[in-house]
């Protein structure tokens, strides 16, 4: 590689005539020009000092005189010749329109992709500042997050539809289908709640007497039970929303079981109180699917499986127990702590997997394509942040990690009306709880003969140790 020249010289000993040549030796396309080298030269330089900070001197005094050298009259007429000779070749094409990702659609020849401004670097005695044009992706804060090589190790029995991963092109489609469905409040409309719970939000009823005129209020429609029960689940969440609300802490800390236990956990036990198949255990709950799965492999002693244990566990309460929802959260509300989000997005993944692998044990002889359907549920909250995914088999060789939601939850009563995009996600989360009863349901009859199915078998595809 050709950037070895930096990392087997010593920095102070950098010479940027050498590097030139070195780099041309190790070059594998020969019409390459000395402009093309030295572009190359500076964008390894930038890497270099983002990556060892302890560099950056040398990194800024380096890239000074890369700069230096394109700005030559001589490169500059190169640069100009070799733009004639493009556009002499380049046949005349017609745009007729540019879609979101940039690709401009032309007529008679293949697409093109308009390349993005690259960030500007420019210095101040021993300082480099990196400025980005506007159209520079931002990552979204506090989200799940893996490394890059964890990210490739995973990506060989992962498709990922993520805001960290979405390189698979049908994976990257649902990604993108459900930021438009959030956008939307599709799981609230679904519902038939979306005006009546912005209503709520954007009521300007008395904070004394808000909570009794919400319980007061009814629907002004037929009787739907899963509706009406989902209803109540937000109106137990914002009484106590509105209770937390009355008492702004004083000693504001980090610790994240504080703000999870106060605004986070009411709304799921609200949801599991009020669905009669799903229950939750909180804080350090044991996760069992791995255990199970681990059995053989520990020559049925338990002792040496190292347990797993979660923030909030939700269990269905119907055959087999299944772990549908797991929750996580990574920090406080204060600052993030960027190691625990990455170790916590693994244990949702792992335990995830594990919890389908289970259930594909109990249904050997159910049909493969219903079980493509069974889903888990990831909870992850990172500060005050909450990204709801879902797990699930996509083939014989790969799982499948697709972000459903994501929301930031509001602390203050004035800033309610934030607390739409959490009722949407919320909302997403129990119309998956009654889909994937539904799903389970059919696994069992499929499993005992009572459904008849064509097509492979869950068993040819997860099969018995």
């Keep these: ?22 780099y041309d030796k190790n070059n594998s396309t020969p019409e390459a020009c000395l402009n093309r080298l030295l572009l190359t030269i500076k964008s390894d330089l930038k890497t270099i000092g983002k990556a060892q900070t302890s560099l950056k001197r040398y990194v800024l005094k380096a890239v000074t005189q890369v700069d230096k050298l394109l700005q030559l009259k001589c490169l500059e007429a190169t640069r100009r010749g070799s733009q004639e000779l493009k556009n002499e070749d380049t046949p005349t094409v017609n745009v007729n329109n540019i879609s979101q990702n940039e690709q401009v659609n032309v007529a008679g020849v293949n697409n093109i992709t308009m390349s993005q401004p ?60 459900y930021k438009d469905e959030q956008k939307d409040n599709r799981s609230l ?14 009521s300007e009823t008395n904070y004394e007497s808000f909570v009794e005129e919400m319980w007061a209020s009814k629907l002004n429609e037929n009787q739907d039970s ?32 504080t ?6 956990i009411p709304s799921l036990l609200a949801l599991g109180k009020l669905l009669d198949f799903i229950e939750f255990k909180w804080c350090e709950s044991e996760f069992i699917s791995s255990k199970m799965l681990n059995q053989k492999n520990s020559d049925y002693d338990l002792r040496s499986v190292t347990s797993k244990y979660i923030d909030a566990l939700g269990t269905l309460t119907t055959l087999n127990n299944m772990e549908l929802i797991i929750v996580e959260a990574s920090s406080g509300q204060l600052k993030e702590n960027t190691t625990h989000s990455i170790e916590d997005t693994l244990k949702i993944l792992e335990c995830g997997i594990s919890s389908l692998r289970k259930e594909a044990a109990h249904y050997n002889d159910a049909s493969l394509s ?7 549920y990831g909870v992850h909250v990172i500060k005050s942040q909450v990204t709801l995914s879902e797990i699930s088999l996509n083939d014989e060789n790969h799982w499948k990690c697709i972000e459903l ?61």
Aim: overall charge positive; glycine content about 4%; proline content about 5%.
């Design 1 to 22: 590689m050709s950037i070895n020249y930096f990392f087997r010289t010593s920095a102070k000993e950098w010479d940027i005539a050498e590097a030139i040549i070195h």
């Design 189 to 202: 409309k679904a519902l038939g709640l979306f005006d009546y719970v912005v209503d709520l939000l954007v």
């Design 118 to 177: 690259a960030e500007t670097d420019v210095g101040e005695g021993s300082s480099m500042y990196s400025i980005n044009p506007p159209s520079a992706p931002v990552e979204r804060p506090h989200k799940p997050k893996l490394r890059k090589l964890q990210i490739e190790a995973l990506k060989q029995v992962i498709h990922f539809g993520t805001s960290f991963s979405r390189d698979h092109a049908a994976s990257k489609i649902l990604y993108h289908q």
């Design 370 to 376: 219903t079980f493509l359907k069974l889903k888990v």
């Design 226 to 257: 899963r509706k009406d029960t989902f209803l109540n689940i937000v109106k137990y969440f914002l009484t106590t929303f509105h209770l937390i609300c009355r008492s702004p802490p004083v000693n504001i800390s980090n610790h994240e079981r």
């Design 405 to 465: 939601r994501s929301a930031k939850l509001p602390t203050i009563w004035s800033d309610r009306i934030g607390l739409l995009q959490y009722m949407e996600l919320l909302a997403t989360l129990y119309n998956a709880c009654h889909e994937n009863q539904k799903i389970q349901k059919q696994l069992i009859k499929e499993n005992v003969g009572l459904t008849p199915f064509s097509g492979p078998t869950i068993g040819s595809v997860i099969k018995d140790s």
């Design 259 to 264: 703000h999870f236990v106060e605004n986070v």
